[in-house]
């Protein structure tokens, strides 16, 4: 089926239809995840313009898509292109690609941090969260906006989410202050449970090794009471613990 068919279903109000015709794009734009083809080049802003509308059923695992697709399978062709000097020429258009719509998800963070506002739902507002996070050029209010957010009056999930996020930008992308990292920190003493799990399983995907046991103590620990919790996150959808527990972020 052709993609603007797809994402025309992806788009219906039926949640059914719409998880199925999702699936279906994955596979068309990114199969297994692995790298994009031509057709995400059109695809992916459709979908960023997609989650705007508040009609659309599955914002949230659109977002989520979105998020997973910037992590995991956005960059592959570079790192082709990178490491097979003498397939350059064949690599070059896939490139292309990559570039177009790595700029079509930063056009679009001005639209996706309004996401994140109260009058959407928690499951739209974390994954809005996890996608803006992965954005290697975000807005440079993000990181107060979220720790502002984690002061509100909401879920653990979403909170779970917002920590995470703060440590993808902060540690990861290197945007944040000692302070941010410090922050971070202080959620591994919460009396939640998932607050602690879900700060461990952040704060451990990005230590070396060495300084992953404490850690990894914390989140064991956490994790009878707090798994349930920090299963519900968007940042761990399609995962399990034992996924994070190993994940390494570089």
């Known amino acids: 089926m052709k993609v603007q068919k797809l994402v025309d279903r992806v788009c219906t109000s039926n949640p059914r239809t719409a998880i199925s015709a999702l699936n279906s794009l994955e596979e068309q734009i990114s199969p297994q995840g692995a790298a994009f083809t031509e057709e995400a080049v059109t695809a992916i802003p459709l979908l960023l313009e997609a989650v705007a509308r508040p009609e659309v059923s599955i914002r949230a695992e659109i977002?989520?898509?979105?998020?997973?697709?910037?992590?995991?399978?956005?960059?592959?062709?570079q790192f082709r292109w990178d490491d097979e000097p003498d397939m350059r020429d064949h690599f070059s258009e896939m490139v292309a690609w990559e570039t177009s719509i790595s700029k079509s998800y930063s056009d679009s963070t001005p639209a996706l941090l309004s996401l994140v506002e109260e009058d959407n739902g928690e499951s739209v507002r974390g994954s809005a969260v996890y996608l803006l996070s992965r954005i290697r050029k975000p807005l440079p209010e993000l990181i107060p906006t979220l720790q502002d957010m984690y002061g509100e009056k909401i879920g653990e999930p979403l909170k779970a989410d917002i920590i995470e996020g703060v440590a993808n930008l902060s540690i990861t992308l290197r945007l944040g202050h000692l302070s941010d990292v410090q922050w971070l920190r202080e959620k591994l003493s919460s009396s939640s449970p998932a607050i602690r799990l879900g700060a461990a399983l952040s704060l451990m995907a990005r230590e070396e090794a060495d300084d992953r046991s404490a850690l990894a103590r914390i989140a064991h620990d956490a994790r009878a009471e707090g798994e349930s919790t920090v299963q519900r996150t968007a940042w761990m959808a399609r995962k399990s613990i034992d996924w994070a527990l190993e994940r390494r972020v570089r």
């Open 63 to 77: 977002l989520n898509y979105l998020g997973d697709a910037y992590a995991y399978t956005l960059g592959t062709w």
